[in-house]
């Protein structure tokens, strides 16, 4: 399809690890990326990975990126409750960035 | 200002009422961008514009229009509102259209009753 993939919902206990999954489309994207959004604000870009690469590491956040099954996915390490947002993937589609539909996190105490 | 604003926060209009929601930003980005964000339908494409002076029309443009006269502001009017216009509407910008890091601004959350 031409759709971003993502599941919704994710529930996660604080101090575990959060893996947030997408599918891709577009097997020329140059450019992934992973927003997140706060209740209330903006998205704010998080992190991003070029398509040569294989996985990107800042911190808690690692990015791993499948090029073969188009998959993309988010660790977040030590969950915290800071974390709670809408995590939004995207890939760069010729002159245009295209957005899934987000991701819930919830952070279980 | 530091960033992308907007303006207003949110509003409440009578359908059949014009409105401009508002947008600037200080970045000298060249492309600008309008999303609506509706519960499980994520973020949609509403207009873009490339660089000052021209716009293009994205995934959900009907019932909306834009203009670009100069490079910080991008306004998007609802010529006529209709109820399915309700939602939280997003401005956004880039360095160039495509690929760059999309900057946006902080909502406007509308009601059309």
């Known amino acids: 399809g031409e759709d971003v993939e993502q599941s919704l919902f994710l529930s996660v206990r604080e101090g575990d690890s959060s893996v947030i999954n997408c599918t891709y489309t577009d097997s020329s994207s140059t450019y992934l990326y992973w927003y997140k959004q706060e209740p209330g604000a903006g998205l704010q870009l998080l992190t991003y990975i070029f398509s040569n690469m294989d996985m990107k590491q800042d911190q808690r956040l690692t990015v791993l990126l499948n090029k073969k099954d188009k998959h993309l996915s988010l660790r977040i390490a030590d969950t915290q409750t800071g974390d709670s947002a809408i995590y939004f993937c995207a890939e760069s589609r010729g002159d245009k960035i295209i957005f899934g539909k987000g991701t819930r996190l919830h952070i279980l105490p | 200002i530091a960033g992308i604003t907007q303006a207003p926060t949110s509003q409440i209009l009578a359908a059949g009422r014009r409105m401009t929601l508002r947008c600037t930003q200080d970045m000298r980005h060249n492309a600008m961008y309008w999303y609506r964000q509706d519960l499980g339908l994520g973020l949609r494409l509403i207009h873009y514009s490339n660089t000052a002076g021209t716009t293009g029309k994205g995934e959900v443009p009907d019932g909306y229009s834009v203009s670009r ?14 109820p399915s216009q309700t939602s939280v509407y997003f401005c956004a910008s880039s360095e160039r259209q495509g690929v760059d890091t999309q900057y946006f601004g902080p909502g406007t959350r509308l009601t059309v009753l």
């Open chain 2, 69 to 82: 006269a100069n490079t910080d502001d991008f306004p998007l009017t609802l010529a006529s509102a209709v």
